[in-house]
């Protein structure tokens, strides 16, 4: 279930009422509920973690484990994930590669 709230800027926010009600119960008043709410983001995230966030923000990818991945691309009906980089193999060449070794 959605509802609409409006925000700063006048344009309309939507939000799940389940996570209204989660935002709720963070504190008794409003004033409370704004410094829970800031708190949780206070904590910085690890470097990995911010990097992951960055590549898949800057090429407009999922990020997430690869079984939510597929569903996304299938509901999407797009990749959702970038393509390994440089050319594919020739099979002659693996075959080769793997008589000298």
């Given at each position: 279930m959605l509802g609409e709230q409006r925000g700063n800027n006048r344009e309309a926010v939507f939000f799940d009422a389940e996570d209204y009600r989660l935002y709720l119960a963070l504190g008794a008043d409003g004033p409370a509920r704004r410094r829970a709410y800031r708190a949780l983001f206070r904590a910085s995230l690890p470097g990995e973690t911010v990097e992951a966030l960055r590549r898949a923000t800057q090429g407009g990818w999922?990020?997430?484990?690869?079984?939510?991945?597929?569903?996304?691309?299938?509901?999407?009906?797009?990749?959702?994930?970038?393509?390994?980089?440089?050319?594919?193999?020739?099979?002659?060449?693996?075959?080769?590669?793997?008589?000298?070794?």
């Open positions: 999922v990020l997430g484990s690869d079984k939510f991945a597929a569903r996304i691309a299938r509901m999407a009906g797009r990749r959702t994930a970038p393509l390994p980089t440089g050319r594919p193999r020739r099979a002659a060449e693996e075959n080769r590669q793997g008589k000298l070794i």
